[in-house]
């Protein structure tokens, strides 16, 4: 298996490991089917080229990191190392925007779950392990996570993952051709 596909943090339930360029595929047949979950707060890539212009970002990029949350292999959890690359079907992604570094040691936490993985507890258990892998691995102290509004699903995961409701930010994010109002959501590594 190589470095890029190993796990940074497991859990009973999932993974957390890098994007890859290979993934193309699988996480846009899974973003394709997961359009009606993700309208109208989030659009991720859906075509290959698409995927390889988001996924380079993350990947190349210094001022985000992105992570894929996948499903916990039984082979993953008898032979560990030695099953799947990071166990299993990828469940969502999380990203880690807008990183600063210096005194203010902050970024945004984004993130969606696919279809066949919501409901089912995977996206919260790999929100704690980024932000477990956040503070700990990459010593950020602050991490936001800006939701509008009317996303319920995505303030409930927000808060389960403990969370505190911080303030509110008028007109803050250009999606699907408005500008969206959103919930500031935060936590840091001394709570």
Known sequence: MSDSTRPLAEGPHAVIRPYTYADGPEFTARARESRQLHSPWLFPPI???????????LIEGRDRAGF??????REWGRKKGRGRAAGGA???????????EGAFLCGALGYGAFAHAAGRGLM???VGLVTRYAFD???LHRLEINVQPGNAASIALARRCGYRLEGFSPDFLYIDGAWRDHERWALTATE
């Open 68 to 73: 894929l949350v996948c499903e916990r292999g």
């Open 47 to 57: 075509t290959d080229a698409a995927y390889a212009q988001y996924a380079g970002a």
């Open 90 to 100: 990828i469940a969502g992604f999380i990203n880690i925007n807008n990183i600063v």
């Open 124 to 126: 919260s258990e790999g």
């Open 137 to 139: 691995v990459m010593k």
